[in-house]
């Protein structure tokens, strides 16, 4: 089993920032692809960034240079750094990660979310 524990999250002000943290643990071989999901009220869950076990990023578009992925693979974990946050941005967020138990096996995981809020 795989877990994914978020932490980082919380209420700020807009304009603020914060850096959300997803460990990954249990039965790990080696990790693909992690990412950042969030999922506003009334909105279905959508994809904030991703970054590949080489680096590649990708990032929804709208959010412009604000955000910043970023990732340990020594420690299984993946950051998301958010700078001059929006009201917006508020949404709960979720860790995912495409986790390889062996050579030959692997399965996306998903952490329990965390909440961002930011007051206007």
């Known amino acids: 089993q795989v877990q994914l524990v978020e932490s980082g999250g919380g209420l700020v002000q807009a304009g603020g920032s914060l850096r959300l943290s997803c460990a990954a643990s249990?039965?790990?071989?080696?990790?693909?692809?992690m990412g950042w999901y969030r999922q506003a009220p009334g909105k279905q869950r959508e994809l904030v960034a991703a970054?590949?076990?080489?680096?590649?990023?990708k990032y929804e578009d709208s959010l412009a240079g604000r955000f910043t992925i970023s990732r340990d693979n020594a420690k299984n974990t993946v950051y998301l750094q958010m700078n001059s946050l929006k009201p917006e941005d508020t949404a709960v967020y979720y860790c995912?990660?495409?986790?390889?138990?062996?050579?030959?096996?692997?399965?996306?995981?998903w952490g329990q979310g965390i909440q961002v809020t930011v007051s206007s």
């Open positions: 995912n990660a495409h986790v390889m138990s062996s050579s030959w096996y692997g399965r996306d995981y």
């Open positions: 249990g039965s790990i071989f080696s990790i693909n692809t």
């Open positions: 970054i590949t076990r080489g680096g590649s990023t």
